[in-house]
């Protein structure tokens, strides 16, 4: 009797353990973007959006720095040139203790891009840290698979108080490149250059649309070092 249930507990381990491959072998369905080429442009007090900009933030040692004003990562940004910081999944606000600018960042949740028409007056979370800084209204933008190694947004949308006062919604939407990379960060935007909190553009409703970079969807794993140090 007992040799009867040393076997069936054997082929109950054999079966998880297929289970498991199985599902770390599965392809699933991955948005991979292209990096936005650089093209700095100043709006000024204009309402944009809604936009697409995929930042490569493919190295572990370099910041790239994206400014809402000028619709672009910036080459060389100055100390209150940029908004946002991108470095692999790492996303960081230009405001806090270590910083130069105003930003701040707050987690508007699980709600549709589209009905966030005005952003909060308060509650901006500065960044933290300065070797190695993070923000904690977004530091927990993903999701992990641990099966299919891939990392996922969560669906959250975000208020951003700029650098410089301003105001502005994202959705980030995908973590890949071409070929499953990982490191590029897609998102959408709406800004409004005019001080005011209202980010109810026109077309809002609409896909957001980015000629400058081009996107596809196919089965990939993600690669493994596409995998966070610490995940949600």
Same mark, same amino acid.
């Given at each position: 009797?007992?040799?009867?249930?040393?076997?069936?507990?054997?082929?109950?381990?054999?079966?998880?353990?297929a289970i498991l491959v199985?599902?770390?072998?599965?392809?699933?369905?991955?948005?991979?973007?292209?990096?936005?080429?650089?093209?700095?442009?100043?709006?000024?007090?204009?309402?944009?959006?809604?936009?697409?900009?995929?930042?490569?933030?493919?190295?572990?040692?370099?910041?790239?720095?994206?400014?809402?004003?000028?619709?672009?990562?910036?080459?060389?940004?100055?100390?209150?040139?940029?908004?946002?910081?991108?470095?692999?999944?790492?996303?960081?606000?230009?405001?806090?203790?270590?910083?130069?600018?105003?930003?701040?960042?707050?987690?508007?949740?699980?709600?549709?891009?589209?009905?966030?028409?005005?952003v909060p007056e308060t509650?901006?979370?500065?960044?933290?840290?300065?070797?190695?800084?993070? +923000?904690?209204?977004?530091? +927990?933008?993903?999701?992990?698979?641990?099966?299919?190694?891939?990392?996922?947004?969560?669906?959250?949308?975000?208020?951003?108080?700029?650098?410089?006062?301003?105001?502005?919604?994202?959705?980030?939407?995908?973590?890949?490149?071409?070929?499953?990379?990982?490191?590029?960060?897609?998102?959408?935007?709406?800004?409004?250059?005019?001080?005011?909190?209202?980010?109810?553009?026109?077309?809002?409703?609409?896909r957001a649309v980015d000629?400058?970079?081009?996107?596809?969807?196919?089965?990939?794993?993600?690669?493994?070092?596409?995998? $966070?140090?610490?995940? $949600?």
């Open positions: 009797m007992g040799q009867v249930l040393s076997v069936g507990a054997v082929a109950v381990i054999v079966a998880v353990a199985g599902l770390t072998l599965r392809q699933p369905q991955v948005a991979m973007h292209s990096p936005t080429p650089p093209s700095p442009r100043d709006v000024g007090t204009a309402l944009v959006g809604p936009l697409l900009y995929t930042v490569d933030a493919t190295s572990p040692e370099q910041w790239r720095h994206f400014s809402f004003r000028l619709g672009s990562v910036i080459e060389h940004a100055g100390a209150k040139e940029w908004d946002l910081g991108f470095r692999r999944y790492q996303i960081i606000a230009n405001g806090g203790r270590e910083f130069s600018g105003e930003a701040g960042i707050v987690d508007l949740g699980t709600v549709a891009f589209v009905d966030v028409k005005a509650g901006y979370q500065p960044s933290e840290g300065g070797t190695d800084p993070r +923000n904690p209204a977004i530091a +927990n933008w993903y999701t992990y698979g641990y099966f299919s190694h891939v990392l996922s947004p969560k669906g959250h949308v975000w208020a951003v108080r700029t650098a410089e006062g301003r105001y502005a919604k994202i959705e980030l939407l995908s973590y890949y490149c071409p070929r499953s990379q990982p490191g590029c960060v897609t998102f959408r935007y709406v800004y409004q250059g005019d001080g005011s909190r209202s980010v109810d553009a026109p077309g809002d409703g609409r000629s400058r970079s081009s996107s596809t969807s196919a089965a990939a794993v993600a690669p493994p070092d596409s995998r $966070p140090p610490s995940t $949600p």
